[in-house]
């Protein structure tokens, strides 16, 4: 007899929806059949059951920024949103750059998070701050910034090469957002009196994107790292990216917002990468449904809302998302523009297998019991009082969204219609393979000492 099970269960097995039962022991899904006994119920009443969403790319802020997000309601929104692990990336205030900034960062999240969390490390100038880093616990290193965003990082071709050498040595993965500062730099020149609400979508255009992932082939292929290409948005990135059996991500913001929507969402819709044509819209999707993009992120980067409604120019790049991500994905899938099954494949297993995310990403014995509970038949559009981030605006005013109805972490419900369980400082921080490896050599240099 399991301690709980959760019955009613409609599970995608390979794209096929059974019907089943799900057993769970200590937190932790021990069998999936027809009919199990346990000692306590949750009855999933005929709804999809999912497994917990794993968002790749969140940026939290927190810290010298909990104006625009910290770890307590970031984590919160992600649950709203079906997600249960979250990654951060390095470009908060203080960047996790050095030993001491990510042991700061990760006691903050460890305090406050309300999901469990990994935490990547930043490359720039800190070559040899890399290998203590791997070791804490970094899950991998980036996102690494070929051309100033958010923070203003960046590092040029030699040094992100010597880096790249490094993190091959590791064995950990390089994750890199793929921008040409150079170009940027020329036309802000030439565009410097372009009043066009599009402006951004110019200074930073599909070149920008295919040089740099030109560039990082490039050194993917000298120094043989474990690359993965984030928030790619161009056509020609997926077609490049795909020939080289490196990995990549995509976000909702790059498969539903296009040029079109500058003039009603102006510096709303401002990210970098930013949105792009139909074409490249269209070739994304494609690419989603075909398996070339592995990987769906939120790229969750929450301004406040002062920052957003300062012109285009002057307003920070950034959307937040990760509320959002699956529930218009999960609209997507009503409508037909992508099976449930790669839905789950990107958001669950592949990031789990890709960065190497222990106890995630499936239902596989052993793993977290964390999932999901969907009815596919409940639409409802998206509005910015309806969601749970600091941000407090959305650039999917009025999208219409499938949202969970509840949601399980480890074993332990904490979302469930209206009911909300889930405490701060519960989220569990999960290391990368360098941290393992680091307690493997500790734990058989003690054994040694006993012996």
Not at 165 to 177: E, F, N, V
Not at 191 to 208: A, V
Not at 381 to 403: D, M, N, V
Not at 410 to 439: E, H, N, Q, W
Request: glycine fraction near 8%.
């Amino acid at each position: 007899m399991h301690e709980l099970v959760v019955e009613d269960a409609m599970v995608s097995f390979d794209g096929e929806i059974l019907a089943c039962s799900i057993g769970i022991d200590e937190g932790k899904i021990t069998r999936i059949a027809k009919v199990l006994k346990g000692e306590e119920k949750y009855d999933a009443r005929g709804r999809l059951v999912m497994p917990g969403v794993i968002d790749s790319h969140v940026h939290f802020r927190d810290m010298r920024q909990e104006e625009k997000e910290d770890w307590l309601s970031g984590s919160k929104a992600a649950l709203y949103g079906g997600v249960t692990t979250v990654v951060d990336m390095p470009n908060s205030d203080p960047p996790t750059f050095d030993a001491e900034a990510f042991k700061v960062k990760q006691t903050v999240a460890a305090n406050r998070s309300m999901v469990d969390f990994s935490l990547n490390a930043g490359v720039g100038d800190n070559l040899p701050q890399l290998p203590q880093l791997w070791k804490l616990g970094a899950l991998a290193f980036g996102e690494i910034f070929m051309a100033k965003s958010t923070g203003g990082f960046s590092i040029d071709e030699p040094a992100l090469k010597e880096a790249l050498k490094a993190i091959t040595l590791m064995g950990a993965t390089a994750s890199i957002h793929a921008e040409d500062e150079a170009l940027h730099e020329e036309l802000k020149k030439s565009l410097k009196h372009d009043p066009s609400s599009s402006i951004h979508s110019k200074l930073r255009p599909r070149e920008s994107e295919i040089n740099a992932v030109e560039a990082a082939i490039r050194l993917a292929r000298e120094t043989r790292v474990a690359m993965h290409i984030t928030h790619i948005s161009t056509s020609r990135a997926v077609e490049l990216i795909s020939r080289e059996g490196i990995t990549c991500d995509v976000t909702p913001h790059h498969l539903l917002l296009t040029m079109d929507h500058w003039d009603r969402l102006g510096s709303h819709a401002k990210m970098n990468p930013p949105i792009r044509h139909d074409s490249d819209r269209n070739a994304l999707w494609k690419a989603v449904n075909d398996g070339s993009i592995e990987v769906l992120a939120s790229d969750h980067a929450p301004h406040t809302l002062d920052e957003k409604n300062l012109p285009v120019r002057e307003a920070p790049s950034g959307v937040p998302g990760v509320e959002t991500m699956l529930p218009l994905m999960l609209k997507a899938v009503a409508d037909k523009r992508l099976p449930l099954q790669r839905l789950i494949d990107m958001t669950s297993a592949n990031p789990a297998r890709i960065f190497g995310i222990e106890g995630k990403g499936s239902f596989a014995a052993g793993n977290d019991a964390d999932m999901v509970f969907v009815d596919m038949a409940k639409v409802r559009q998206i509005t910015p009082a309806g969601l749970h981030s600091k941000a407090g605006w959305t650039p999917y005013r009025g999208f219409e969204a499938i949202f969970p109805e509840a949601v399980m972490l480890r074993g332990d419900i904490v979302l469930d219609g209206k009911d909300f369980y889930a405490k701060r400082g519960t989220g569990k921080f999960i290391p990368g393979k360098g941290y393992k490896r680091l307690s493997d050599v500790l734990k058989m240099a003690r054994a040694g000492k006993r012996t």
